[in-house]
């Protein structure tokens, strides 16, 4: 089948897609366990091809205030990896590291972002060596930038430098059960369109 868009994708592609978010999750969960030195369990994600217009429903609403990481990918795969971080996974992992009492994000200093940051490209990466993995291509991640802001103007400056084909991306949503808490990770994946092509080429699966 060849397509043109996200939405002509049909179940074979769309279940290649979803196998991906599986693995880099399961990875995610394992670098992060590693990283704050406690056992995590994950929930079976909930992997989604959404329109991007709707992707602030997923995350509270395209007003709340959210910490974005976006990781650009290049050499054999071009695209973005972003990691949605709101205020519960933020105060968590910053408490992992220094007690530290936050009320809102706009409590955040350097240091918090600093270990946000650390920890997010550790789980993010976990999602692009997934893909590397499964594919044997080389994918280059540029260090993550960040955006403390409202859902929509994250989204906005994260999308400008790329096509989402058919205005839709890969929504990967996943809960950690860190010790006795539940916390949501909200990954966004957007690819190039001849990226997309080349994935499922390297998975063997017919576009």
Do not use: W
Not at 11 to 23: H, K, M, S, T
């Amino acid at each position: 089948m060849r397509f043109n868009t996200l939405s002509d994708l049909d179940a074979i592609q769309l279940d290649a897609l979803r196998e991906v978010g599986n693995i880099g999750s399961g990875h995610a969960a394992t670098s992060l366990a590693s990283l704050l030195h406690t056992n995590i369990q994950i929930e079976i994600p909930s992997i989604s091809l959404i329109n991007y217009d709707h992707v602030s429903q997923y995350l509270g609403g395209k007003d709340r205030r959210v910490i974005g990481l976006a990781l650009g990918l290049g050499e054999e795969l071009h695209g973005v990896m972003l990691h949605v971080v709101q205020l519960q996974f933020a105060s968590h992992i910053i408490n992992a590291f220094y007690p530290r009492e936050l009320h809102t994000l706009n409590d955040i200093n350097d240091m918090d972002l600093s270990a946000i940051k650390e920890t997010s490209n550790i789980t993010t990466a976990s999602y692009v060596n997934a893909m590397a993995q499964l594919t044997n291509l080389f994918i280059n991640i540029t260090p993550p930038v960040d955006y403390i802001d409202t859902v929509d103007q994250v989204l906005k400056h994260v999308s400008a430098p790329f096509d989402a084909i058919g205005n839709q991306v890969l929504y990967i949503d996943e809960n950690l059960h860190i010790g006795n808490t539940k916390v949501q990770i909200g990954m966004i994946l957007i690819l190039q369109f001849d990226s997309l092509k080349k994935l499922f080429e390297r998975l063997k699966v017919p576009c």
